[in-house]
């Protein structure tokens, strides 16, 4: 902090250390938080979040994207912090830490995505199917109205949208669309 004003990164941070204390304790995850640092990233524009490990201090550090904070919705951003705070744990346990099948397990107990996406590149883009009207979002997660577009509104005329499956281009405007593309895309999803 300078001069005592609260930043946007010192904001990130407090949610995160909170998150943190409730995930680690409702799921039982033995991160040792004396040996955890977080800090916020002002330039990362690809991944929204990293563990890195110190083996000297034998502490891990957090790093939290301040362009992703910006762009995702908080639950997808607590997921974020959630994916690290594995590593973290990983790290302080084993002096090492990747994404195989030790991750996957402690992710899916955490709730975690196992692999962290780029942020930058969104995997749903909702677009307005008025011609006259500009809106667009970005998603980084099936979020309920990207899987059933039909039940929510354009955020600018209130009119109905489309969303687009970035990865493949293909669309939808219904849940059962969502449904219909998904089963398509089957593994590529
Ligand atoms: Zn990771
Ligand atoms: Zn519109």
Redesign the pocket.
Request: charged share 10%.
């Given at each position: 902090m300078t001069d005592g004003e609260y930043t946007i990164a010192d904001e990130i941070v407090a949610r995160a250390r909170i998150h943190a204390r409730k995930v680690l304790d409702e799921r039982e995850l033995p991160v040792d938080r004396d040996a955890l640092e977080w800090t916020v990233s002002e330039r990362a524009r690809r991944r929204a979040g990293a563990?890195r490990w110190h083996p000297d201090r034998e502490t891990a550090t957090i790093v939290l994207a301040r362009r992703a904070y910006g762009e995702y919705d908080w639950p997808e951003f607590a997921a974020v912090v959630r994916?690290?705070l594995v590593?973290a744990w990983e790290f302080q346990q084993f002096g090492e830490s990747g994404?195989g099948p030790r991750?996957r397990d402690r992710a899916a107990a955490l709730d975690a995505p196992r692999?962290?996406r780029s942020f930058s590149e969104p995997r749903y883009v909702l677009r307005c199917r008025d011609e006259d009207c500009e809106w667009r979002a970005k998603r980084h997660r099936a979020s309920k109205p990207v899987k059933a577009p039909d039940r929510y509104r354009c955020g600018v005329c209130g009119g109905s949208y489309e969303v687009e499956h970035v990865a493949s281009g293909r669309t939808w405007a219904t849940a059962s669309g969502y449904g219909g593309a998904k089963a398509a895309l089957g593994a590529e999803w």
């Open positions: 563990c994916h690290e590593h994404h991750f692999h962290c």
